[in-house]
Nanobody
Framework: QVQLVESGGGLAQPGGSLRLSCTAS????????MGWYRQTPGTQRELVAT???????IYSDSVKGRFTISRDNAKNTVVLQMNSLKPEDTAVYYC??????????????WGQGTQVTVSS
């Protein structure tokens, strides 16, 4: 059974930094893509950043230049380094893993979510 375990959320000052980490356990395959999404009350979950197994990345415009996503394929771990944090970055952040197999099987897995609060 695949489980995504997240860590690193918490409180940061504006302009500060946080590092989110997510490790996927229970899979014998590397994931095609891993990434982070975030959601605030009353809003849809939105993409923050994703990274593929070949290390191609996509960032939302709102975080580009401030956040950096990376991964360790062997460990099925994805890290989001968040710098220059702004109050509008406050949200629950969810780790996502996208599994794709040659058989056509596809599945998305989600972490429980970790709160990030940016406030003075």
């Amino acid at each position: 059974q695949v489980q995504l375990v997240e860590s690193g959320g918490g409180l940061a000052q504006p302009g500060g930094s946080l590092r989110l980490s997510c490790t996927a356990s229970g899979s014998i395959f590397s994931f095609y893509a891993m990434g982070w999404y975030r959601q605030t009350p009353g809003t849809q979950r939105e993409l923050v950043a994703t990274i593929t197994s070949s290390l191609s990345t996509i960032y939302s415009d709102s975080v580009k230049g401030r956040f950096t996503i990376s991964r360790d394929n062997a460990k099925n771990t994805v890290v989001l380094q968040m710098n220059s944090l702004k109050p509008e970055d406050t949200a629950v952040y969810y780790c996502n893993a996208d599994l794709r197999l040659a058989s056509g099987f596809r599945s998305d897995y989600w972490g429980q979510g970790t709160q990030v609060t940016v406030s003075s």
